[in-house]
């Protein structure tokens, strides 16, 4: 019998047991005589009644099952009643669902179940599958509800990834940290062969990282005393800056071979400095050597050298001992010598040391430089050299050439492989290679082509700095001279007009007369003058000859006014244009007594000259205004005397009384008062008014 039979059934007779019942209690209530018709109204009732009861004994039954489905299946019901769109979501009540769709959930229980099922088994396989940590996490973020956490399955997954990923990223720290303690060196070097490979990856390769930190230690202490050899030729150099400035230098790459730290041999170089007092040359011919006059010279001695006919100041051998002594206590130095340099006998070789290497010093002093000695074992009577822990190692050689200097660096380094001390090379002589003869010649011969080209290039220069004032005026003597404007005289018996009292002020602000002209009106005269001027002079000589141009400005009575009127506009001036300033190479040492006050005009004897700055200068004398041309002549005299050229002479006005031309301008109230605050100018040097 189907459940849907039952479910009549049983209402069915739950219908008649209610009728029943409220018939017997009405019967209780009212006695017999419900036959009666009056009592009709009550049989209906009773009716309804049982009808009722069948009814809602049918409605409950639904109920209960659907109340049971969701007790037994509650994932399942939620997951079919969000299909159905019934919930929007796992946090509403499942019991909010209409009676109708309660109906159609129990009589889908089958689906039901298997969405349950369903659920269940992913429920378990997230489990299963997820950190206690995520998992955890999200049970409680969803209350435990199963369909919520089956859901978020994708979301859950990722978080898990997230987790999985920081656990691993945090042992494979802890296994770098681990192998970077292990192997501080060979971790370092095999990063550097492998700069692509992840953490991860690294972590995996410690066999690898252990051969590198092998090799990668004996690589580190060649690379470190690569740098502190380095550093030591630097202080060397500093150092023989010092105390013998006129020794020459050279700085030598030793090229060596040794492991590198990935366990592969591989040529290196450190640096290597020589210091010597003289030089020679013996495999270039002596013609060649012509434009090296001190090399050839010394070359052409040497033999007088061997001979010890010829030798160095006492001051020489005091330098070189005094330089070794500065480089670090006695228990710090070793100092070698030769048996064998380039032919020279041991006792030629004495003569020339002995006054260096003596018994008065402690340095230690060993014969290691023969040729048979490279590659042979220590002498067992000599072991002091094994012994040897300092930190600095001194050649001294008479003559020397590169290719045993090497070798003999080379051989140092084997040698001394423990303590690895830092080298400096000190030689009597420097015998040049072919090479180095050659590149100095070939130096030398572009010197002087470069210094020939410069001097013709002076010359034609030069030359053209004089044609190019062939069309200025022209002073009694030959000088050529020019000027901005003319100058007007407020003793002038017109009215001058505002560009002619512009001009005027020009002037006076430019003189910047102590007192009479304030810093700002100075200024703004040679914000004005200036770039007249520089116009001026580039369209006159061009800019490329104006460095060969020497700028003498005539000075005034004074030194306190040249100072005011010249120093800055001098500086300014030649800055811009690449000018040569003799401003500072003139001073006024007695004050000439002014014109108006019975003064002679410009007196050479009261100043002074740098005599040795003016010969061969091509001159451009300046001065305020010219007048008559006095002053410019005598300083044409002067500079001549020194040796000098002068080009020409320029000004910034020329003193007129009279205007050459008819002017019709109107003139007009300049802005300015017509004279200067306090009182007028001065004659003199001034200007004549």
């Not at 299963?128 to 973020?141: E, G, I, K, M, W």
């Not at 060969?548 to 306190?560: E, G, H, M, R």
């Not at 030649?574 to 000439?592: D, F, Q, T």
Request: glycine share 6%; net charge neutral; with cysteine.
């Amino acid at each position: 019998m189907s459940e849907g039979f039952d479910r009549i059934v049983v209402s069915f007779f739950a219908g008649v047991a209610g009728t029943v019942a409220s018939a017997f209690i009405t019967v209780g209530i009212v006695g017999y005589g419900f036959e009666r018709p009056e009592f009709t109204p009550f049989a209906a009732l009773f009716i309804g009644i049982g009808i009722l009861t069948a009814w809602l004994t049918y409605r409950a039954k639904y109920s209960n099952s659907y109340d049971d489905l969701c007790k037994q299946y509650p994932n399942g019901v939620m997951d079919w009643a969000i299909e159905k769109k019934l919930l929007k979501n796992h946090t509403d009540n499942l019991s909010s669902i209409s009676y109708k769709y309660k109906v159609e959930a129990v009589k889908s229980e089958a689906g039901i179940v298997i969405k349950e099922q369903r659920i269940r088994d992913q429920y378990q396989s997230i489990q299963s599958n997820t950190s206690h940590a995520v998992f955890d996490l999200y049970t409680r973020r969803y209350k435990q509800n199963k369909y919520a956490i089956v859901k978020h399955k994708y979301e859950i997954e990722q978080e898990e990834k997230k987790h999985q990923k920081a656990i691993r990223e945090k042992l494979i720290n802890a296994r770098y940290d681990e192998l970077k303690r292990k192997y501080p060196i060979g971790l370092p070097a095999f990063v550097k062969q492998y700069p692509n490979l992840s953490k991860e990856e690294l972590t995996e390769r410690e066999a690898d990282i252990k051969v590198y930190d092998a090799y990668a230690s004996v690589a580190s202490t060649y690379s470190k005393w690569e740098k502190e050899q380095g550093e030591f030729c630097e202080r060397c150099r500093k150092l023989g800056e010092d105390m013998f400035p006129n020794f020459g230098r050279y700085g030598y790459d030793v090229e060596y071979e040794r492991i590198n730290s990935q366990g592969d041999l591989s040529t290196y170089k450190y640096k290597v400095l020589q210091f010597f007092p003289s030089s020679i040359c013996l495999d270039v011919e002596e013609k060649n050597l012509a434009i090296l006059p001190t090399l050839l010279e010394n070359t052409k001695r040497l033999p007088q050298f061997k001979s010890h006919e010829w030798t160095f100041a006492d001051d020489t051998y005091k330098k070189i001992l005094n330089f070794i002594s500065k480089l670090g206590q006695a228990k710090d130095i070793l100092v070698y010598y030769s048996s064998d340099s380039s032919g020279w006998t041991v006792e030629e070789q004495w003569k020339q040391l002995s006054p260096i290497i003596t018994d008065e010093h402690d340095w230690v002093e060993y014969d290691c430089l023969s040729d048979d000695m490279i590659g042979v074992e220590p002498d067992p009577e000599k072991d002091f050299l094994e012994k040897f822990k300092g930190k600095y190692i001194v050649v001294l050689e008479v003559m020397s050439e590169n290719h045993k200097l090497k070798a003999l660096c080379k051989r140092i380094r084997e040698t001394y492989t423990a303590n690895a001390p830092c080298i400096c090379y000190i030689s009597l002589l420097k015998c040049y290679d072919q090479a180095e003869a050659e590149k100095r010649i070939k130096t030398e011969t572009d010197k002087a082509l470069q210094k020939l080209k410069e001097l013709k290039e002076k010359q034609r220069a030069q030359n053209s700095l004089v044609e190019s004032v062939s069309s200025w005026e022209t002073l009694v003597g030959g000088l050529h001279y020019s000027y901005l404007f003319y100058y007007y005289p407020t003793t002038c018996e017109f009215e001058a007009t505002e560009e002619e009292w512009s001009n005027r002020w020009i002037v006076w602000d430019f003189k910047n007369t102590p007192g009479k002209t304030t810093v700002s009106d100075h200024q703004e005269a040679l914000n004005k003058a200036i770039p007249m001027l520089t116009n001026k002079l580039t369209t006159t000589f061009g800019t490329e000859n104006l460095k060969y141009l020497t700028l003498v400005c005539i000075p005034a009575s004074s030194q306190v006014k040249t100072q005011a009127r010249y120093e800055e506009f001098s500086n300014r001036i030649c800055r811009e244009l690449g000018m040569i300033n003799a401003y500072p190479h003139i001073s006024v040492v007695s004050a000439k007594e002014e014109k108006h006050l019975g003064g002679t005009g410009l007196d050479t004897s009261k100043l002074h000259f740098d005599e040795d700055f003016f010969k061969g200068k091509y001159v451009l004398l300046f001065d305020d205004v010219i007048t008559r041309g006095d002053s410019m002549r005598t300083f044409k005299r002067k500079m001549e005397s020194l040796g000098a050229t002068v080009v020409g002479g320029l000004s910034l006005g020329k003193t007129k009384h009279e205007r050459p031309v008819v002017v019709t301008e109107t003139p007009r109230i300049f802005s300015r008062p017509p004279f200067p605050p306090q009182q007028t100018y001065d004659n003199g040097d001034d200007l004549p008014f």
